[in-house]
């Protein structure tokens, strides 16, 4: 089956950066486009980038110029490297992908990140 696995949320202090990554099983990766959503207390889920499998890349306002994600096929891991991280980045972060085959949107456990001094 399709899992998605975050890691490399944590504590930080504003201005500080972090290094998300998502490691994927159970899809074709090379084939599939992958994005990275967060979600604050008391708010929706919403974008925060994605990437195709051509590697075309789109983020959310709020964090463009900051934020950077990547993919590794051979490792078949996607990545998102903040920087200049805000207090308002503080949200659990979550890795996604869909098969537009089957019409199902898959989602990792998440990993949360805090970002305060």
């Known amino acids: 089956q399709v899992q998605l696995v975050e890691s490399g949320g944590g504590l930080v202090q504003p201005g500080g950066s972090l290094r998300l990554s998502c490691v994927a099983s159970g899809i074709v990766f090379r084939f599939a486009t992958l994005g990275w959503y967060r979600q604050a207390p008391g708010k929706q889920r919403e974008l925060v980038a994605g990437?195709?499998?051509?590697?075309?890349?789109n983020f959310a306002d709020s964090v463009k110029g900051r934020f950077t994600i990547s993919r590794d096929n051979a490792k078949n891991t996607v990545y998102l490297e903040m920087n200049s991280l805000k207090p308002e980045d503080t949200a659990v972060y979550y890795c996604?992908?869909?098969?537009?085959?089957?019409?199902?949107?898959?989602w990792g456990q998440g990993t949360q990140v805090t970002v305060s001094s």
């Open positions: 990437i195709t499998p051509g590697g075309n890349t």
């Open positions: 996604h992908t869909r098969s537009d085959y089957l019409k199902i949107d898959y």
